[in-house]
Nanobody
């Protein structure tokens, strides 16, 4: 069973930064894509950033220019560098991976942006 474990969440002031990491139990190059989703209170889960096996990235419009997704070339870690954080970035951030139509999710890590 694929396991994804997130770390790096926390409380940060507006304008601050956090680096989220996701440890994957299998080589991430086995997946079609990996990345991050988030869910704010009372809202639906939304895509934040994805990277496919070829290295092509996709970002939500709301985070472009502020967030950067990367992967460890050793093949087991996906990172999300979040900069210039805003209150609307608050939510639970989930690590995600997909092989064809099979999707895998982590348990999530809380990010709270507040002064």
């Amino acid at each position: 069973q694929v396991q994804l474990v997130e770390s790096g969440g926390g409380l940060v002031q507006p304008g601050g930064s956090l680096r989220l990491s996701c440890a994957v139990s299998e080589n991430i190059f086995n997946f079609n894509e990996v990345g991050w989703y988030r869910q704010a209170p009372g809202k639906q889960r939304e895509m934040v950033a994805l990277i496919n096996v070829g290295g092509v990235t996709r970002y939500a419009e709301s985070v472009k220019g502020r967030f950067t997704i990367s992967r460890d070339n050793a093949g087991n870690t996906v990172n999300l560098q979040t900069n210039s954080l805003k209150s609307e970035d608050t939510g639970v951030y989930y690590c995600y991976s997909r092989i064809l139509r099979r999707e895998y999710w982590g348990q999530g890590t809380q990010v709270t942006v507040s002064s």
